[in-house]
């Protein structure tokens, strides 16, 4: 899936959520506005077998007018971030332009840089302050140095011609502190386009400490698989890598 195809699917997405919030807020304020009519200002009557009715009514009326202000400050955030969706979503390891996106990026950002040179030059040449402070320069530079080094890390999967298999040591201790046995356990990952997730499958059977691990990274146990799955974005990509280098001390040691 290339990332304009994803930007898409992402847009469609929050689309669809302000879509259902703005429904459900428009019905809830409805509901609230025809209890209030009907009501027409009438205190409650102390005493009367009305009352309990009443409050009741009250209440109902007061929840979905807040419940229907929720919904409309949902489907706003996600109207915002449907109109953001192309400077949010960034280059994803998974995508299959990555090569060439990211190759643009570097050449952006270099011109970026060259610009903020040539402006430093000028303002020298003319004895004046400088343009650009030295922090900009090096920060520009350390992003140059990130975007490169992910660009060596997507022409290796390129390369390779596949989303790259990962693999992990898992350490076990005893209650002790002794080194009990490690183990070094492979997994591959495999994008469900159909589901928008990435689907991790193990070699082979994990340990209960391994598993409420994943748990914990947010991957949910598809039984009927024999796999883990995760919503597909960067953050998840993030949460292999970090998997595949910790080492697991089940008892804190």
């Known amino acids: 899936m290339k990332r304009a195809e994803r930007v898409e699917r992402l847009e469609e997405k929050h689309a669809h959520k302000a879509g259902v919030a703005l429904k459900e ?10 209890m209030a009519g009907i009501m027409n200002g009438q205190p409650i009557l102390i005493g009367h077998h009305s009352e309990k009715r009443h409050r009741r009514d009250i209440e109902r009326m ?8 929720e919904a409309w400050r949902y489907s706003q955030e996600q109207s915002r971030m449907e109109s953001n969706v192309e400077n949010q979503a960034g280059i994803s390891r998974l995508d299959d332009d990555r090569v060439v996106l990211m190759e643009r ?4 950002l270099e011109s970026v840089r060259d610009g903020y ?3 430093n030059v000028a303002a020298r040449k003319a004895k ?18 990130d975007c490169k080094r992910r660009l060596e890390q997507f022409k290796t999967d390129a390369e390779r011609g596949e989303y790259v298999p990962l693999s992990c ?12 046995y490690a183990k070094m356990l492979t997994f591959s990952t495999e994008h469900n386009e159909e ?5 991790v499958t193990f070699s082979s059977r994990l340990s ?46």
């Open 25 to 34: 807020a428009d019905s809830r304020n409805k509901v609230s506005h025809a």
């Open 62 to 69: 007061n929840t979905n007018s807040s419940k229907s202000t």
């Open 105 to 108: 990026k570097i050449e952006s």
């Open 117 to 119: 040179k040539a402006e």
């Open 128 to 145: 004046q302050p400088r343009a650009r402070n030295g922090w900009e320069l090096s920060n520009l530079g350390a992003r140059i140095r």
């Open 169 to 180: 040591v898992v350490v076990h201790y005893s209650k002790a502190g002794e080194l009990a």
């Open 195 to 199: 589901k928008g997730s990435i689907d």
């Open 208 to 253: 209960s400490v391994m598993f409420k691990h994943m748990r914990s990274n947010g991957f949910l146990w598809v039984r009927s698989l024999g796999c883990f799955r995760r919503a597909w974005n960067n953050a998840t990509e993030h949460r292999l890598r970090e998997i595949a280098s910790v080492d697991f001390k089940p008892w804190g040691i």
